[in-house]
């Protein structure tokens, strides 16, 4: 519900343009921009739903809503359920502008929708006029009752995704205008393409009006408008960043900024700005979201006062997603219980089963890599000896990928038990690395008989003896990672902890070496000089 001139939309790009280009463009000086007031179809420019509108129109690079319709007709593409949107704006002078859209995505992975935008101004005064002709005078005035002004856009969109990242999406409009007893209406096509870009980077590229026909009282032609989106999602997708560049062709461009933050789940802060640098509108307002309903308020402040933007959505049916639910859940809870059993290969191939019922299932897709690094080494652990325990353990908190130092400790015990497994080296070689972890576990070095255990403590001595305390407390860390109650490599942590001059920290590990063995006399001696 733009009250300035019209802005008509978007700057063309491509391959991938960062937020941060946008808003450096945007902080720009700018160069002088031609009035478009007058432009056919001004109305269209003005903008629709509270949500976009609250956050200064920038919403191109979002779309994510049954608005995608106006926006971004690519963006339809990401709704899951029916959707119902409706807009009221009420803007000056008796004008008011309208909006509604139907969504409706398909199972093929097609969404279509049916959207109008209707602007009605009243309250225009008709007059009759009699001028001289020598002088051009009128010579008089007479009221002949009122006349209105109406616009109306009914539009039909279609969006899909074209791959796992790009969207792809159309709008064809049939545009109306009655001005008094003057009409015309145009036909006129937008395209929008939209890309995922990493886990939290969006971009969009379309053309506004990109082929157009008009007939009636009018020669008016409609602009054809470049559009570029950006958006950036962060803090788990509570705050979302988005810039917009607007250009018509040979006219003017416009710069949009906005946010919107979700301080709760159901609750979420807007903010945004039209025109940088050169502030035209500032704009801000709130969504309510009760899980199928949704009510969003947007209000913006520019030269003619302010304006009110109010929307409502609801949201209906079964989600997309879930029209392969059940399915999908048989696939993953066989995998699961295979993957549980440590049949590695057969839980994978279950879970490639699950993907392929529900292509656009990101948890699925991230257990079916992570299981592929696992079964590279190791197709199987089954059976209840402790080696293979701790081969499923680790392998589990491997794919579940919260803790990676609780699968690098079980893969170590598992290891130690069979030092001489190099498939399962090589498994752990490859977590530690991703999980950070500083000493990469080699193969044995020292006599026949040694085991893990054995060359973490004798690596620690080694440590001690070339003055390198730091490493000799991290490597008996590693043995009381596998065995907490293990006395030497508490009396060597002890030792390198006193050789630090960290004399506390030494006494507290010997007085549970002693809890351990209280007959240790090395010890106890210790204990009996830093006493003294």
């Given at each position: 519900m733009r009250?300035?001139?019209?802005?008509?939309?978007?700057?063309?790009?491509?391959?991938?343009?960062?937020?941060?280009?946008?808003?450096?463009?945007?902080?720009?000086?700018?160069?002088?921009?031609?009035?478009?007031?007058?432009?056919?179809?001004?109305?269209?420019?003005?903008?629709?739903?509270?949500?976009?509108?609250?956050?200064?129109?920038?919403?191109?690079?979002i779309s994510d809503d049954a608005t995608a319709?106006?926006?971004?007709?690519?963006?339809?593409?990401?709704?899951?359920?029916?959707?119902?949107?409706?807009?009221?704006?009420?803007?000056?002078?008796?004008?008011?502008?309208?909006?509604?859209?139907?969504?409706?995505?398909?199972?093929?992975?097609?969404?279509?929708?049916?959207?109008?935008?209707?602007?009605?101004?009243?309250g225009f005064e008709k007059v009759d006029a009699v001028f001289n002709p020598a002088t051009g005078e009128a010579q008089s005035v007479t009221s002949s009752g009122n006349f209105n002004d109406q616009q109306r856009a009914i539009g039909l969109s279609w969006g899909k995704n074209v791959t796992e990242t790009v969207l792809f999406g159309m709008t064809a409009k049939q545009i109306t205008r009655q001005l008094a007893g003057s009409s015309d209406n145009t036909k006129s096509l937008d395209i929008g393409v939209m890309k995922t870009m990493g886990t939290s980077y969006r971009v969009g590229l379309g053309l506004q009006n990109a082929f157009s026909q008009t007939t009636g009282d009018t020669q008016d032609k409609y602009p054809v408008v470049l559009k570029l989106g950006n958006s950036l999602r962060l803090f788990k997708e509570r705050l979302t960043l988005a810039a917009d560049i607007n250009k018509t062709l040979n006219s003017s461009f416009d710069l949009r900024f906005g946010g919107e933050y979700w301080i709760s789940r159901w609750f979420a802060f807007r903010f945004g700005l039209l025109g940088l640098p050169s502030i035209q509108e500032t704009d801000f307002g709130f969504g309510l979201n009760f899980n199928s309903f949704t009510i969003d308020i947007a209000q913006g402040i520019h030269d003619l006062g302010s304006s009110t933007r109010i929307s409502a959505t609801f949201r209906f049916g079964e989600s997309r997603t879930n029209l392969t639910t059940t399915e999908v859940r048989a696939f993953v809870r066989q995998g699961m219980a295979a993957f549980r059993q440590g049949n590695f290969a057969l839980a994978a191939q279950k879970f490639n089963q699950a993907q392929d019922a529900a292509p656009g299932n990101q948890q699925v897709a991230t257990m079916i890599a992570r299981l592929g690094n696992v079964t590279k080494y190791i197709p199987?652990?089954?059976?209840?000896?402790?080696?293979?325990?701790?081969?499923?353990?680790?392998?589990?908190?491997?794919?579940?990928?919260?803790?990676?130092?609780?699968?690098?400790?079980?893969?170590?015990?598992?290891?130690?038990?069979?030092?001489?497994?190099?498939?399962?080296?090589?498994?752990?070689?490859m977590v530690e690395?991703?999980?950070?972890?500083?000493?990469?576990?080699?193969?044995?070095?020292?006599?026949?008989?040694?085991?893990?255990?054995?060359?973490?403590?004798?690596?620690?001595?080694?440590a001690?003896?070339?003055?390198?305390?730091?490493?000799?407390?991290?490597?008996?860390?590693?043995?009381?990672?596998?065995?907490?109650?293990?006395?030497?490599?508490?009396?060597?942590?002890?030792?390198?902890?006193?050789?630090?001059?960290?004399?506390?920290?030494?006494?507290?590990?010997?007085?549970?070496?002693?809890q351990l063995d209280p007959n240790n006399k090395a010890v106890l001696q210790f204990l009996q000089s830093v006493h003294q």
């Open positions: 009250v300035t001139p019209a802005r008509a939309a978007s700057a063309a790009a491509q391959g991938s343009f960062y937020l941060l280009a946008a808003l450096f463009i945007a902080l720009a000086p700018a160069p002088a921009r031609a009035q478009s007031g007058g432009v056919a179809g001004q109305f269209l420019s003005f903008g629709v739903g509270a949500r976009a509108m609250a956050m200064g129109g920038a919403y191109y690079g319709a106006y926006w971004n007709p690519a963006g339809l593409a990401q709704l899951q359920r029916k959707e119902i949107t409706t807009m009221q704006a009420s803007l000056f002078q008796q004008t008011k502008l309208t909006y509604f859209a139907l969504g409706y995505p398909t199972k093929g992975g097609s969404t279509f929708a049916l959207s109008m935008t209707e602007l009605q101004s009243s199987q652990a089954t059976g209840g000896e402790e080696e293979q325990t701790f081969i499923r353990k680790g392998a589990i908190a491997y794919v579940d990928g919260r803790d990676l130092h609780l699968s690098v400790n079980a893969l170590r015990y598992a290891f130690n038990k069979n030092p001489h497994d190099q498939r399962l080296l090589n498994f752990l070689n690395k991703e999980a950070g972890v500083h000493d990469i576990t080699r193969p044995l070095e020292g006599p026949e008989q040694f085991t893990l255990i054995d060359q973490k403590i004798f690596d620690a001595r080694q001690i003896y070339d003055g390198h305390y730091d490493d000799a407390v991290r490597r008996a860390q590693d043995v009381l990672d596998l065995e907490p109650n293990n006395v030497t490599a508490l009396e060597v942590m002890g030792s390198a902890f006193f050789l630090m001059d960290q004399k506390d920290k030494a006494v507290a590990i010997w007085k549970r070496v002693l």
